[in-house]
C-alpha cells in the first residue's frame, strides 16, 4: 500500500495488507492527529469474516490512547454518521471494503460532525503514523452502543416527511448483498407497509457483494420479473450505495435518482439552492435535464467524500455519484443506501406515478465503461505513453463525446469511461482505447 488512503479510507486484503497491526498503530495515529481533545468514538462494521478481529484492534488502538470505544456492532456505513451526533462522540470509525470482495475489508474514519475526514487530515494521520505510536497514562473503556441498529432505523422512517404514507400493495425485492443493510432494510420497508421479497439478507461475510448487490444486479432484475414486483432495491455490502431496478427490469442508477428527486424538489420549491453536486463520472443527459428543470450541475473528483465537502461549501441540499452514493444534505452528511430508497419511495407515492415512468423522463447519454487491472495505477495513468494514447483517442472522438481514464481509489484497476452521442460509437472508442491500454501493461516499456 503506497498510500495509506484511497478514495474512501483505507482498504486491503484482510490480514494481509490490512494487519491487525496496521489497524492498531491507525488508530493511535487518528487519535494523534485530532487538533482538539477527544474522549469518545463510535465503530460500526459489516458482516466480513476479518470484521470482529479488525474491530478489536481498532478498539484496542483507540483504548491506548484514552479514548472511550463505543461498538455498534453490525450496521451499515452511514449508520455511523448518525450515531456519532446520537452519542455526541468526538468522531466515528467503519471497518468495511463497501463493494469489494470478501477478503478485502477497510478502515473509513468519520469527524464528529459525522462526515468523511477531509484530504489534509488524513495526510496529518499518515504523518502521524511515521512517528512514535501515541499512548495514553488513562485507559479508555470499551463498550457496546445500546440499540444501535434500531435507533439507526427510528431515525430512517423518521426522514419520511409525507404523513400518510402507505405503501400497501406495493411489492418490493430487496437485496442486501449479505451485508450491513440485512437486518435494517427490509424492516424498514415493511414499517411503510410494503410487501418485501428478501434477497441475499442473510449476513454472510464470506458472500458479501458476491454476485448479488449492486455488484450485480442481475439475480435482482431476475426476482423482480419473477415475483411481478413494483420494484427491486439493490445495496452494497455497506449500505452506503444503493441501485434501484425498476418493474420492467430498467436499471436505476445514481444519476437518475438525482435527477429524480433533483426535479421534484424543484418544482415544488424545495431545492434551494438550485443546485446538484455529483462528480466527473456522471452523465452529460443529468446535466441537461437538469437545466430544463432550473437547476445547475456541479462536478467534484470521484468520491461521495468529495461531493459532501462540497455541497456543505454550497449549502447544496442533493449530491451524489452515478454508482449509488446519494446524499439528502437536509437528513444526513454521507452517502445513505436506504435514506435514499426511503426518499425515492416517498417521492414516487406523492406523484403517484412508478419510478419506472420518473426515471424514464431523466435524459441520458451513451456511455461504455471498461476496467484494467494495474499493479500501480496512479503510476500507470501517469505514464507518458499512457498520457499520449488518452489525448489521441479524445481527439479522435471530438465533439462526439468524452472520455475519462483514472486509478481507482479504492482497488488495483484503472477505470474508463466514454460517453458519446451514439452506443456504437461509445463502445468501439472503449474496444479500441482498452486494447492500446492493455498493451501498455504487458508492454511496461512502451
Known amino acids: 500500500m503506497t498510500r495509506l488512503f484511497g478514495t474512501d479510507g483505507v482498504r486491503g486484503v484482510a490480514n494481509v495488507d490490512l494487519t491487525p497491526e496496521l489497524v492498531v498503530r491507525l488508530a493511535q495515529a487518528a487519535a494523534a492527529a485530532i487538533s482538539h481533545p477527544a474522549n469518545k468514538v463510535v465503530v460500526g462494521r459489516d458482516t466480513r469474516v476479518s470484521g470482529p ?19 455498534a456492532g453490525v450496521v451499515p456505513t452511514p449508520a455511523i454518521s448518525f450515531l456519532i451526533k446520537d452519542e455526541v462522540a468526538d468522531y466515528g470509525a467503519v471497518i468495511s471494503a463497501s463493494h469489494n470482495p470478501p477478503e478485502d475489508n477497510g478502515i ?5 460532525d459525522g462526515m468523511k475526514l477531509p484530504l489534509d487530515l488524513e495526510e496529518e494521520i499518515e504523518r502521524a503514523m511515521a512517528g512514535e505510536p501515541m499512548r495514553s497514562g488513562v485507559i479508555g473503556t470499551i463498550s457496546q452502543v445500546e440499540a444501535a441498529a434500531e435507533r439507526y432505523a427510528a431515525f430512517l422512517v423518521g426522514a419520511i416527511e409525507i404523513d400518510d404514507i402507505d ?8 437485496d442486501c448483498a449479505f451485508g450491513a443493510t440485512s437486518a435494517i432494510a427490509p424492516r424498514v420497508f415493511r414499517h411503510l407497509k410494503a410487501t418485501v421479497i428478501e434477497l441475499n439478507t442473510e449476513p454472510v461475510g464470506e458472500r458479501i457483494n458476491q454476485a448479488c448487490g ?19 432495491i439493490a445495496f452494497d455490502g455497506d449500505g452506503d450505495r444503493v441501485l434501484l431496478v425498476a418493474e420492467d427490469g430498467t436499471i436505476i442508477d445514481g ?10 424538489y424543484a418544482e415544488h420549491q424545495r431545492l434551494f439552492p438550485k443546485v446538484v453536486v455529483t462528480t466527473i463520472m456522471s452523465n452529460q ?17 470521484v468520491g461521495d467524500r468529495n461531493v459532501a465537502w462540497e455541497m456543505r461549501r454550497l449549502g447544496a441540499k442533493i449530491g451524489g455519484e452515478q454508482s449509488g452514493h446519494i446524499i439528502f444534505g437536509d437528513h444526513a452528511l454521507t452517502g445513505d443506501g436506504i435514506l435514499t430508497a426511503v426518499k425515492m419511495l416517498e ?11 420518473l426515471a424514464a423522463r431523466i435524459e441520458r447519454h451513451p456511455q461504455a465503461k471498461g476496467n484494467l487491472t494495474v499493479g500501480n495505477p496512479r503510476a500507470f495513468v501517469a505514464r507518458c505513453a499512457v498520457r499520449t494514447v488518452i489525448e489521441d483517442e479524445a481527439a479522435q472522438l471530438g465533439d462526439a463525446g468524452r472520455l475519462l481514464v483514472r486509478p481507482s481509489g479504492t482497488q488495483p484497476r484503472v477505470r474508463i469511461l466514454v460517453e458519446a452521442n451514439q452506443t456504437d460509437v461509445a463502445e468501439a472508442t472503449l474496444s479500441r482505447l482498452k486494447e492500446k491500454l492493455e498493451a501498455l501493461v504487458t508492454n511496461p516499456f512502451e
Request: aromatic residues 4%; charged residues 20%; proline residues 2%.
Open 285 to 301: 443527459g443529468l446535466e441537461r435535464t437538469l437545466e430544463k428543470c432550473g437547476v445547475r450541475l456541479l462536478r467534484t473528483d
Open 347 to 357: 417521492i414516487a407515492h406523492d406523484l403517484g406515478e412508478p419510478l419506472g415512468h
Open 214 to 232: 449492486t455488484s450485480d444486479l442481475g439475480p435482482l432484475q431476475a426476482a423482480v420479473a419473477e415475483h411481478r414486483a413494483d420494484l427491486g
Open 108 to 112: 473509513k474514519l468519520f469527524s464528529g
Open 167 to 174: 405503501l400497501g400493495g406495493t411489492s418490493i425485492v430487496v
Open 53 to 71: 478481529l479488525l474491530e478489536m484492534a481498532l478498539a484496542v488502538g483507540f483504548a491506548s490512547c484514552g479514548i472511550d470505544v463505543l461498538l
Open 255 to 264: 444519476d437518475t435518482i438525482l435527477g429524480i428527486a433533483a426535479c421534484y
